[in-house]
């Protein structure tokens, strides 16, 4: 039997244009009279900044503007919270928001500090070096149980312990299963950050038609509606004045669905002020640190078991690296949180979590979004296994030998959402 989908292979619509090279890419976006853009980023994960001199930059040849936090008057300003956290009582949120350039303070290497238009890219590029930059180099916070320490650095002056949030939410009574768990096993899990690598970087393309009063954005983004609503907001326009194309993307893998990076606020600017198209396109160098990445995690998680197997409970109490700021809200700790339990029946759970500002760049959603690290904690192959050699029985009896570890009651359709935490139900 064969369908439109299944028993026969099926023709992708793209791979013709991919294959032939007429695909369009940010990169291939051209426009008449083009300028280019290039960023000084700062090169210290924590510092006071001083003052930026541009005077060297304006008077090179080819370079048509430069500027710096101070230059973008009222524009300069935090980006949106992308994802308020829900009502969970007892939330600890602080609101952090990155902005388009850097005052005052850096906090992560690749925080823009300053931006050069130019004829050419070359010229841009050459032209950073010319910036004259005054920093004050603090420690940086990279250490997620060392950056609560009271004498820690702060990476916001005004955000005590560096504590962007806490949530605590349970479920059932966890002390009641572990008194009555035949086994309670302790173990602590370390999750290390992770950054994207696809094969095109991020790019901006925005041109103005003044006497239309209309801008076009091509950007490399997986959420080309919400950027236009976005970019409308932000520069005051009317949603029909903004369009947002989002070609094909060479690999998105969550950080692409970022929002308002500053390189996006800042190229629809300058192609309203200076009227004129401009490109940006992001070299792999500051793919590592001027792109969003993955959560960094560090979980002490206890599980108490009955003598057949079954789990009584769960607590678990993580650390979670929100980066230098936090647009994202508590999406990516919510849902470790969340779905912790995965598809097991657990009547008691506890957790609780702090997210921290560190100086390294912003923790956004990638693939899994905070789920990988949660199911490593409850039910992936080296949980279960130790469970497992923990009851191991005598050689004699084999067959029986990972009996409790594997017949672990999952739950049913009408237990859901019973044993989710509360934020989900």
Not at 93 to 117: C, D, I, S, W, Y
Not at 307 to 317: C, F, S
Not at 370 to 383: D, F, L, T
């Amino acid at each position: 039997m064969t369908t439109r989908y299944f028993g026969a292979p099926i023709a992708r619509n793209e791979d013709r244009r991919l294959l032939t090279g007429r695909a369009l890419f940010v990169n291939d976006v051209e426009r008449p009279g083009m300028l280019h853009v290039a960023f000084m980023r700062s090169p210290h994960a924590h510092a006071r900044l001083g003052a930026v001199d541009l005077s060297r930059v304006r008077e090179r040849p080819g370079v048509v503007a430069a500027y710096t936090a101070d230059d973008l008057g009222d524009y300069w300003k935090p980006g949106p919270l992308l994802v308020p956290p829900p009502p969970i009582e007892g939330t600890i949120f602080n609101q952090r928001t990155q902005v388009p350039l850097a005052r005052g303070k850096v906090r992560h290497v690749g925080e823009p500090v300053a931006m050069v238009v130019a004829e050419s890219r070359y010229v841009a590029e050459d032209a950073v070096a010319d910036i004259g930059v005054e920093y004050q180099p603090l420690p940086a916070v990279t250490d997620l149980q060392r950056a609560l320490a009271p004498d820690s650095p702060q990476v916001h002056d005004d955000v005590t312990g560096n504590v962007a949030a806490r949530i605590h939410q349970k479920k059932g009574d966890y002390d009641a299963a572990k008194q009555a768990a035949a086994l309670v096993l302790r173990r602590r899990f370390r999750y290390d950050r992770g950054c994207s690598a696809p094969i095109e970087t991020r790019g901006v393309v925005a041109d103005w038609d003044a006497k239309a009063e209309q801008l076009t954005v091509w950007d490399t983004t997986q959420a080309p509606v919400v950027v236009r609503d976005g970019l409308a907001a932000i520069l005051k326009l009317s949603e029909s004045q903004v369009r947002v194309v989002a070609p094909f993307i060479g690999g998105g893998f969550g950080p692409k669905i970022m929002m308002f990076y500053p390189e996006e606020v800042l190229l629809a600017w300058l192609a309203i002020r200076l009227e004129r198209p401009v490109k940006w396109i992001e070299d792999r160098a500051e793919h590592f640190y001027a792109t969003t990445q993955e959560r960094s995690q560090i979980h002490d998680a206890e599980i108490a078991l009955a003598a057949d197997g079954r789990i009584l409970g769960v607590r678990d109490e993580f650390l979670h690296d929100s980066g230098a700021y936090d647009p994202y809200g508590l999406t990516v700790p919510l849902n470790s949180q969340c779905t912790l339990l995965g598809p097991y029946v657990v009547p008691a759970y506890d957790s609780r979590f702090t997210a921290i500002f560190t100086t390294l760049p912003i923790v956004s959603p990638y693939r899994g979004a905070g789920r990988p690290p949660a199911r490593g904690v409850c039910h992936r192959e080296a949980a279960r296994h130790r469970r497992a050699r923990a009851w191991t029985r005598p050689r004699r009896d084999p067959p029986a030998q990972f009996h409790c570890a594997r017949r672990v009651p999952l739950g049913q359709p009408d237990h859901l959402p019973g044993f989710r935490a509360a934020a989900l139900r």
